[in-house]
């Protein structure tokens, strides 16, 4: 592969932990314009375990997603009660306050004589672990994939299970959900937790994957693309909001069909594909024929 | 000290009328369609960029580049009513046809936004200003001119919209389906005529508002369209979804109040406090500061 390639495929797993955290929501019936802020506090915290404080990947990422899962129940609790479109405005003001906060972010030391750490607009350069651990883009490459596979797996596994029906249930109607006896509040914080943990994840990589990261990268239009992704690709299953970036980043872009042009074909497609499937290409009742098919005798 | 704070607040008003005016197109369309229109902002920017088209090649007058703003504004809008909502209204009781159609208009923002940057490919464009005449003295303050004409404006614009909504015919056919969609269907109010005209009239209002943004400013940018969106919802949001008095309100507190927070604590603390208002709003008193009397 050249290095165009696994740039364009780097991408696409990169931006489908952003999709997979907006799906979680979006099955528990809560819409999300927020989610590119834990996103970037994945990517600041991570940026700051390496870059900063030398820890390595695996220990900053645990705590990017930490702190992703901590930022979303920051926004989450005041705001759980709202619902549809108050919810999804809440969570678009406090995703702009966190772009703002990394605006006015100055946080720098000295890591052999260089000053590391935010600068403010300036963003925060130098990110460089996995450089410096001579690790090459295909190998990254695989090591971003080898986690989405592990978290798209442990998200396939949770559906398939009581939590998942719940999940769902909660989603579709959460007023008998309640009757049923399910703690609506307290599974849609855990969910909150989760999707900003999820979005945490994607984040520290994304960091480690460009080295620089800058508070304008993670504004409302990362988020909205997340969210289009997860309906695009489709709400049946967690493989839904991958095939929603696959088909953005590597059909169009990646194929450079229609140079100039992307986005006015993506934007019609799309809206077109809404009317035929509003919940997406591979949306509940498609998955539901793989699983009855799976299990019929032939 | 005192000055200040009353020169601030002026200024505050003009841009709070512009937000006014966003805020009334908005919530005109969310009031029939209970849909948020993601590419409201985005369609007046195009309409914009018509005038803007308009005035590189020919050089018409002010009140020439206002209508050509608002026509485009009408004919995109227009656009994204067949597009994004026309289909899912016949969808209406599916659940999530709203989610989609919000989705949809998302996916119509990236069209407009690559439809400007083909047509006029430069980051920036001036935009003819409204006037170059010094502000007018009103005592130690000094009153802009654009001030005064956004205000102006602004409350032309309100009365028109009381008139057709509380006076004309059309208005009672659009509060029926606002405050009872399958009633005023069941007198013979065709909800998908009214909605096809609320639409049109909500981008003529938006289209009008970003022709005073355009001028104002003195310039515009592909990022108009976000900028001409995330206003109209804040100010929308903050004076309580599907309210009309709440949009004025919204949109005056905003402005003043973006006047005082950029003058006392500078531009990033003002888009913080903005959005601060909003997410305490949103979490103690979600419908508003002037809450729409009836709840869809």
């Known amino acids: 592969m050249d290095a165009y390639t696994v740039g364009v495929f780097t991408n696409i797993g990169l931006l489908s932990f952003l999709g997979l955290s907006a799906y979680v929501l979006l099955i528990t019936g809560e819409l999300s314009f927020g989610q590119q802020a ?16 030398g820890l390595p990947l695996v220990v900053a990422t645990a705590a990017a997603m930490a702190s992703g899962a901590l930022a979303a129940l920051v926004v989450g609790l005041p705001t759980l009660r ?34 590391v750490g935010p600068d403010g607009t300036q963003g925060f350069r130098g990110i460089r672990w996995v450089f410096e651990q001579g690790i090459e883009a295909a190998g990254f490459l695989i090591v971003v994939y080898g986690v989405l596979a592990l978290l798209v797996a442990a998200l396939v596994f949770v559906e398939r299970s009581r939590l998942g029906a719940t999940l769902r249930a909660v989603g579709e109607d959460p007023e008998q959900a309640a009757s049923l006896g399910i703690d609506i509040l307290r599974l849609k914080l855990g969910v909150v937790a ?25 504004d409302i239009m990362l988020g909205v693309h997340g969210l289009a992704y997860a309906l695009i690709g489709g709400l049946g299953t967690a493989l839904g909001p991958l095939l929603g970036v ?24 799309v809206a077109l594909l809404l009317v035929i499937r509003p919940r997406g290409i591979l949306d509940e009742r498609i998955v539901h024929g793989w699983r009855h098919r799976a299990w019929r005798p032939r | 000290m005192l000055v200040d704070l009353a020169q601030n607040t002026l200024d505050g008003l003009g841009a709070g009328a512009s937000y006014a005016v966003l805020a009334l197109g908005f919530t005109l369309v969310f009031g029939v369609l209970r849909v948020v229109n993601l590419a409201y902002g985005p369609a007046i920017m195009l309409g914009a960029y018509a005038a803007t088209w308009t005035s590189l090649h020919v050089r018409p007058g002010l009140a020439t580049l206002a209508a050509i703003t608002v026509a485009g504004s009408v004919v995109a809008g227009a656009y994204v009513e067949r597009l994004c909502f026309a289909p899912h209204r016949a969808t209406g009781l599916r659940p999530g046809a709203a989610v989609a159609a919000m989705v949809a208009s998302f996916a119509v923002w990236m069209q407009f936004e690559e439809a400007a940057t083909l047509a006029l490919p430069n980051h920036l464009y001036t935009f003819p200003s409204l006037t170059t005449a010094a502000p007018l003295p009103l005592g130690p303050l000094a009153l802009r001119v654009e001030t005064l004409v956004s205000l102006a404006v602004a409350a032309a614009i309100c009365a028109l919209l009381w008139w057709l909504l509380y006076r004309a015919r059309f208005g009672i056919a659009v509060r029926a389906v606002t405050e ?8 013979g109010i065709d909800p998908a005529w009214v909605s096809v005209r609320v639409f049109a009239l909500a981008s003529a209002v938006g289209g009008a508002a970003g022709f005073l943004v355009a001028t104002t400013h003195g310039q515009v940018t592909p990022h108009l369209g976000m900028w001409t969106t995330l206003k109209g919802l804040l100010a929308m949001m903050i004076g309580g979804l599907g309210s009309l008095p709440g949009a004025i309100a919204g949109g005056v507190l905003l402005g003043v109040l973006e006047a005082h927070s950029q003058w006392y604590l500078g531009p990033q603390a003002r888009d913080l406090v903005a959005y601060l208002l909003l997410f305490s709003l949103l979490a103690l008193r979600p419908r508003g500061l002037l809450p729409a009397r009836h709840t869809g």
Do not use: K
């Not at chain 1, 834990?38 to 404080?53: E, L």
């Not at chain 1, 994607?202 to 080295?211: F, I, R």
């Open chain 1, 38 to 53: 834990f996103f970037g506090v994945g990517a600041y915290a991570a940026g700051v375990g390496t870059a900063m404080f």
């Open chain 2, 180 to 187: 009872r969609p399958t009633a005023a269907a069941l007198t």
């Open chain 1, 194 to 218: 989760a999707a900003g943990a999820v979005a945490g994840l994607g984040g520290a990589l994304y960091a480690h994957h460009t080295t620089y990261v800058e508070p304008r990268n993670f």
């Open chain 1, 246 to 269: 696959v088909l953005d980043i590597g059909l169009l872009e990646g194929s450079r069909l229609f140079a100039g042009y992307r986005m006015i074909v993506f934007g019609g497609l």
């Open chain 1, 82 to 115: 709202l619902r549809g479109l108050y919810f999804a405005m809440a969570t678009l003001a406090a995703a702009e306050m966190f772009r703002i906060l990394f605006e006015l972010l100055h946080w720098q030391r000295d890591v052999g004589g260089e000053r």
